[in-house]
């Protein structure tokens, strides 16, 4: 059975506003932080390798805030792959707080894109079937 790859994060003060709660633009940085993570660590496929020619930009994002999170608390996140396309994938993601409370979920669509030397010409670019297993291990129905 698949698993989510997960990772934690400890709310620290450059996540929070004056009342002690992570700002929510922080969260989204957040998330960011685990696809990076998860593509160098999961799929062996470190953003700066990647980055030399293609990319994985967000092309979609819905979100949902459950509960505040507060300086000083663990999160954890998770990420897993509800659709994986030629060249998108759809994933979803929850923050849970120390005791198990989602503090926000929601899903990300994320397009392999290939470009060339000086960035200008942009477009979809299939994932290659090495890429597709590893990114299959994350699928969760």
């Given at each position: 059975m698949n698993q989510p790859f997960i990772k934690q994060e400890k709310i620290r003060f450059q996540h929070v506003d004056y009342a002690g709660i992570v700002f929510y633009p922080r969260f989204l940085e957040m998330l960011n932080c685990l696809v990076e993570d998860?593509?160098?660590?999961?799929?062996?496929?470190?953003?700066?390798?990647?980055?030399?020619?293609?990319?994985?930009?967000?092309?979609?994002?819905?979100?949902?805030?459950?509960?505040?999170?507060?300086?000083?608390?663990?999160?954890?996140?998770?990420?897993?792959?509800?659709?994986?396309?030629?060249?998108?994938?759809?994933?979803?993601?929850?923050?849970?707080?120390?005791?198990?409370?989602?503090?926000?979920?929601?899903?990300?669509?994320?397009?392999?894109?290939a470009f060339q030397e000086n960035k200008n010409d942009i477009k979809a670019a299939p994932f290659n079937e090495e890429m597709k297993g590893k990114i299959s291990n994350y699928i969760i129905n």
């Open positions: 998860w593509f160098e660590e999961a799929l062996e496929r470190p953003f700066s390798k990647m980055h030399e020619t293609n990319g994985i930009p967000t092309v979609d994002l819905k979100i949902q805030f459950k509960k505040a999170a507060r300086l000083g608390e663990i999160l954890t996140k998770k990420l897993w792959v509800k659709n994986l396309g030629s060249a998108s994938i759809l994933c979803g993601f929850s923050f849970e707080d120390e005791q198990g409370k989602t503090c926000l979920e929601g899903e990300v669509t994320l397009v392999n894109v």
